[in-house]
Each structure stands twice: as C-alpha cells, then as structure tokens.
C-alpha cells in the first residue's frame, strides 16, 4: 500500500541520514590509540599487516587480502600505508556500519503491522 512505501521510504531516509551524521566524539581518540597501538615500526603509517591486526584487535577479524583491499581503498595519498587520518576515515565508515549490522531491520511483517496500527489509529471514517 501506499502508506507502507511511505514507511519504508522513511526508513531509507533516516538509515541515510544516520550514515552521514557526525562521527562520535570519542571515535577519533579511540582510532588514534588502535593506530598507535599498532605502528610497530613507529613510522606514523600502517602498513597492510599492521592493518590487519589492528582490525583483529577491533575484533574485525580480518585476512591479508581483506587488510589489503580497505588500505588500497583508504590509502588517499598512494603510499601504500595508512597514514593517521587515512585510518580514522576507515574507523568513520566501520562505525557509520555498524548500525545496519548491530540489530536486525524489522520484520515486513512487523513494519505491516505497525503501518496498520497508524493507519488505523489517523483514520477518521
């Protein structure tokens, strides 16, 4: 029904928009103390295998091609390591992540079923 788009399509909008608030206050210095944590060189950059572990310790488990592929994804500047801020945008987006995979979306039937409730609930005649 009309009315059960309308609540699905308000539902995009807000997953939409929960994707593009502002990271937590706290989320910077957590990723500065895993980066650090894991610079084992103290090179000021993650290579692919200090990468892959400090995801293992975010309990991101994670293999070596996986590492590989979010480095060359957030690897802005092509060195072929992840400097500090390259590291905290790959942090931003596994946070931003993790609302669509921390709970279950709502059933179809319990999204019908709360559509009818409203419905019901505004419906004059």
Do not use: I
């Amino acid at each position: 029904s009309e009315f059960q788009q309308l609540c699905q399509q308000l539902e995009q909008a807000a997953v939409a928009r929960a994707a593009s608030a502002p990271p937590p206050a706290d989320m910077s210095a957590k990723a500065k103390r895993v980066f650090e944590a894991h610079d084992a060189n103290l090179t000021g950059k993650l290579s692919g295998r200090e990468l892959r572990e400090a995801l293992d310790s975010m309990k991101l488990d994670s293999t070596s091609p996986d590492a590989m592929a979010l480095l060359r994804r957030f690897d802005a500047d092509g060195s072929g390591t992840l400097s500090l801020s390259e590291f905290q945008q790959l942090c931003l987006q596994l946070e931003q992540a993790k609302p669509l995979t921390a709970s279950p979306a709502p059933s179809s039937a319990d999204m019908s079923a709360e559509a009818k409730r409203v419905f019901e609930a505004h419906d004059a005649n």
